[in-house]
């Protein structure tokens, strides 16, 4: 009946289930619940009398929310808040999250906590009906938006894929974060594996054996790196960094906003984009800033390029002309664009939280199609010979031809974080169902997953390890973040440059899977036999 509304600037206001309206207390007392706690707490010693007292009385939870909000008092945002309710003792005994602002509500959208921050649930087994109980870990945060109406739209439901082999683990390593929602971000350049974890650390590992060969601090939550010119360039939420490849810093500069994509190196100038939807230019010799655009916020950049460069901002996609630095066109979704776009034989390729994949006309912005699924997209698509992959929130991995025809399916357990990586003739791809998988790019059949932890099976949707980072593949090895642990594993697979590739110094791979590579060499052996014996038989 009573309820107690403030609006707030700059600050905020909580109740940590102790409510400070008089009223709202009065309302949920009764006397023989207070008489009994008043016994417990008083007497017995059992904490937490602030929470059954008629009259206001802080916690500590409340004395930590009344800490928090002082000292971050005027820069309150929901990156903050987050954070604020993922610290002890307000995570203690909370169960799940869900966050939102007012430009994520215009959007229709929140972001998402499932468990305890800092330790599993325990909870009733509520697929049977025996008195159990099982350990819940945290599944980590997840930003969401809801579905724009969908009328008359049926997903087709694509036949579930059964595993056709087992990958080996090669190599692991241990980073000492054992978190459920681990993630982790890297590349391979000449043996070394440059990975960055959430924490802040930047390694360098073998990317054979897994063996550390260094490790330096950057900031938190930093980005994939970008090795250009003997250096590595990392974002984090502090700004941006160059390292040299032994991991010495040689510069860092900050910015209003956490870089959230992939540095890019334009001529002798370093690209990034940050979550105020600045995207800077950078000189790679000493950070100073070139030039800026603004765009409306969080902003994505394309890793390829042409005459323009090509990012996502809020609902839109631009194109910006890399010379003078203008808009030459932009595409409006009817929803948030939370990945980078991919610019593949003159087509721009991007999903949208409007549930629709859209390929773009790379000159002009118009469309050449589009092509609508169950849910949005919160990873960036992936193109090989002609065919786009992408992972979609409702729990696909669809693969296209250019002209729009969707080749297949490949049906998942949850939704897809993970941006795919093409490889040997096969597609890698982590999922929330706690898989990372291998699949046919031919047919989209599937030829192996491998879980390191716990995954989505049948009634028991809540225990999972999501595989939310995005595979690297180099050399027939797979390398996967996940649980705290980087993972090795062999591809069955792998890639060679053809014989006409080679002679025309062009980097690119023909892909030849590993069961036919066997089959050509052994057709060659028995050619060699034959002609040695025919020529024998000539003398």
Known sequence: ?????????????????????????????????????????????????????????????????????????????????????????????????????????????????????????????????????????????????????????????????????????????DTTQKVNNFTAAGFVEDGRLYITLPSGDLLCLNAQTGSLRWRTTVGRNPTTPLAQNGLLFVGDEQGIAAFSQTGDRQWKIQTPGKIISQPILIQDNILCADSSGNVYALSVLDGQEQWRLKFGNESYLSAVYDKNIYLTSENSCYAVDRNNHTVTWTFSSKGRITAAPVLSNNTIYLGSWDTYVYALDAATGVVKWSYQTGWGFDCAPVVSKGVIFVGAMDNNLYAFEEDGTVKWMFPCQASIHSTPVSYGGYVFFGCDDGRLYAVNQSNGELVWAFAPRFTVDGVRNYVTTPIVSNPVVANGTVIIGANGTIYGLNALTFEVPSVLEQKSNKDIFQIIPQSWYIWIFMALIVMIVILYAVFRKKK
């Open 1 to 173: 009946r009573h309820s107690a509304v403030w609006r707030t600037f700059n600050g905020f206001y909580w109740s940590a289930n102790n409510p400070l309206d008089l009223h709202v207390r009065f309302e949920r007392m009764n006397l023989k619940s207070y008489v009994k706690n008043f016994v417990l707490c008083n007497f017995l010693g059992v904490p937490g009398w602030g929470y059954f007292s008629f009259r206001y009385i802080p916690t500590e939870r409340d004395l930590k929310f009344e800490e928090l909000g002082k000292k971050y008092y005027g820069d309150i945002d929901i990156e903050t808040v987050k954070q604020i309710m993922c610290t002890s003792p307000i995570s203690d005994w909370i169960t799940d999250v869900k966050v939102t602002d007012s430009y994520l509500m215009s959007q229709n959208g929140l972001w998402a906590f499932f468990g305890n921050p800092h330790h599993p649930l325990i909870i009733s087994n509520y697929d049977s009906q025996a008195v159990t109980t099982e350990e819940v870990p945290p599944a980590g945060w997840v930003r969401l938006f809801g579905l724009p109406s969908k009328e008359g739209y049926k997903l087709p439901i694509p036949e579930e894929k059964k595993t056709l082999g087992e990958t080996t683990v090669a190599w692991t390593f």
